[in-house]
């Protein structure tokens, strides 16, 4: 069965500092990838998705993910964060062929002003 | 950390019957459930949030009356398909808020469900 990994559960950084959370899927066909982001209270929002093309993705809210599909990896980065990013991120992957989506554990941000 | 059940995982129902689908929060409890929908080449959509002892708030566009969400406890969210239609068929997922950050897995593993 394919997994995703989120190798950080938990992050913690100043304001400005540069993000890059990981993700790693191991199923070896096609795949789309997303970010979704979750905010205190909140339901799950979308952040970037990727189906084809252009490997590097941007999303809302100045973030961007890369697919690097030699390395199973869909990471995503932001070059400076904001206290507003305090969250729980999550990475999904589901099959080319399937819209099941398999959820990776989710990294908590948090964001010191 | 945080566990989330959802049951059934997959199920094949008539058109016109009802189905119902169950999201315990195992370990804590939680106050605000969320149930969402995926189709195919689409992110997860928000169907409705489910808040205990009161009325599920819907998005828009999310028929009340077919889709019955029922938080009853705080460890329990059921969601409802009710006359169910072939176009229904989708993957159904609850998440559960479980306080300032989760310290696990607070999705379900999902509900796959075929409408024949």
Redesign the interface.
Known sequence: AQSVSQHN?HVILSEAASLELGCNYSYGGTV?L?W?V?Y??Q??Q?LL?Y?SGDPLVKGIKGFEAEFIKSKFSFNLRKPSVQWSDTA?Y?C?V?PGGS???T?G??T?LIVHP | GAVVSQHPSWVICKSGTSVKIECRSLDFQAT?M?W?R???????M?MA?SNEGSKATYEQGVEKDKFLINHASLTLSTLTVTSAHPEDSS?Y?C?V?SG????????GS?T?LTVV
């Open positions: 559960h789309n997303f979704y979750q205190p209270g339901h799950l979308l998705k189906f729980e999550f999904a589901t819209y099941i989506p959820f554990r989710g908590s | 605000t969320f969402y995926q189709f195919p080449k689409k992110s997860l928000l949030t993957f997922i998440s808020e300032s950050f989760n310290y696990g897995y607070t999705f999902g796959r």
